[in-house]
């Protein structure tokens, strides 16, 4: 609507004025809660979005097909649209999303995101609880919280091929596998050292912010394959060859999680130096180019082992 004088022009005047001065207020509180948010949720995310972008380049084009309408269908508000980068974020926002108040989601599926393999006395079936298996006729996705990641992408995987799965629990199932084959494929999530897989270890090394272990496998060494997670995910792609392919497609989430493990034990924490009097390991140079090298590595296998499950899992 024009202006218009007849309109008492200072209440209008006045009104665009308070509009102004809302509009402003409203940047510049968006603007500080940009610059005070840690971005470190965001590095978390880009480890999962590389992964999946590499699966997608390995899908075949019916599979793709059926991901990107299952996906459509996902109504939860949690991520910002339906690709599957996106979507391979969903499970840490599905579990985080009542951590501050019911927790009834958190408590539900926080332990379906790791598999604690103590570094220690090693066993993949205590860390797996004795692999207690799904009650009858329950969904996975409504599952017990006592299970590990290994379990959970079986379970998942399995709902994901058996025609009977109904469509609502099959998207779950490949909401959750998009994320937690990610999940599997972080050394740091497939190994204890009785410090909540690095989380009780607090490192720092040139060039980046000081945290604990956990976090430096989880954001700070993917952040060094660059801040875009499609280049970075180009850039591994160029590297993996047909052989790699061939020999990653063998095996199942057991052996994947033993590979994590012992890429856990020796690059993560074999290699870690004597820490210093305040209890914090400085991280060389050389551990650095180790820890990213196998980041690369696990990214790759993840990106090519979610494609072959999908592929498998969807093709029908
Ligand atoms: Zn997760």
């Known amino acids: 609507m024009k202006y218009s004088p007849t309109r008492r022009p200072w209440r209008r005047a006045d009104a665009e004025a308070t509009e102004l001065l809302q509009r402003w207020v409203?940047?510049?509180?968006?603007?500080?809660?940009?610059?005070?948010?840690?971005?470190?949720?965001?590095?978390?995310?880009?480890?999962?979005?590389?992964?999946?972008?590499?699966?997608?380049?390995?899908?075949e084009a019916r599979v793709k097909l059926r991901v990107q309408e299952l996906?459509?269908?996902?109504?939860?508000?949690?991520?910002?649209?339906?690709?599957?980068?996106?979507?391979?974020?969903?499970?840490?926002?599905?579990?985080?999303a009542?951590?501050?108040?019911?927790?009834l989601q958190y408590e539900q599926t926080r332990?379906?995101?790791?598999?604690?393999?103590?570094?220690?006395?090693p066993s993949l079936d205590r860390a797996c609880f004795g692999h207690p298996g799904l009650p009858p006729a329950m969904?996975?996705?409504?599952?017990?919280?006592?299970?590990?990641?290994?379990?959970?992408?079986?379970?998942?995987?399995?709902?994901?091929?058996?025609?009977?799965?109904?469509?609502?629990?099959?998207?779950?199932?490949?909401?959750?596998?998009?994320?937690l084959v990610g999940d599997?494929?972080?050394?740091?999530?497939?190994?204890d050292d009785r410090d909540q897989g690095g989380n009780l270890k607090q490192v720092s090394a040139s060039g980046m912010r000081a945290g604990n272990l956990h976090h430096y496998w989880d954001m700070e060494f993917v952040r060094r394959l660059g801040e875009d997670p499609q280049a970075a995910s180009q850039?591994?792609?160029?590297?993996?060859?047909?052989s790699d392919i061939e020999a990653w497609r063998r095996g199942g989430p057991a052996?994947?999680?033993?590979?994590?493990?012992s890429i856990a034990r020796s690059v993560g924490y074999d290699a870690l130096p004597r820490a210093v009097e305040s209890g914090q390991y400085r991280l060389s140079a050389g551990y650095v180019r180790d820890a990213v090298d196998a980041v690369q590595l696990q990214l790759s296998r993840a990106g090519v082992r979610l494609a072959t499950m999908l592929n498998r899992g969807l093709r029908q």
């Open 26 to 59: 409203a940047v510049v509180i968006c603007w500080a809660l940009a610059a005070w948010a840690p971005r470190a949720q965001a590095w978390g995310d880009e480890g999962h979005q590389i992964v999946a972008l590499i699966a997608q380049h390995y899908l």
């Open 71 to 96: 996906l459509a269908t996902d109504d939860s508000g949690l991520v910002s649209d339906h690709s599957m980068a996106s979507e391979a974020t969903w499970a840490d926002r599905y579990r985080d």
């Open 98 to 103: 009542d951590r501050d108040g019911s927790r």
């Open 111 to 121: 332990q379906w995101h790791y598999v604690d393999i103590e570094l220690q006395a």
């Open 139 to 179: 969904p996975a996705s409504a599952g017990p919280a006592t299970a590990c990641v290994v379990d959970k992408i079986e379970q998942f995987g399995t709902e994901l091929r058996d025609p009977g799965t109904s469509p609502e629990e099959r998207r779950l199932a490949l909401q959750f596998l998009l994320h």
């Open 184 to 191: 599997l494929h972080q050394p740091l999530h497939a190994c």
């Open 235 to 242: 850039r591994l792609l160029a590297r993996i060859s047909s």
């Open 255 to 261: 052996d994947w999680a033993r590979e994590s493990f």
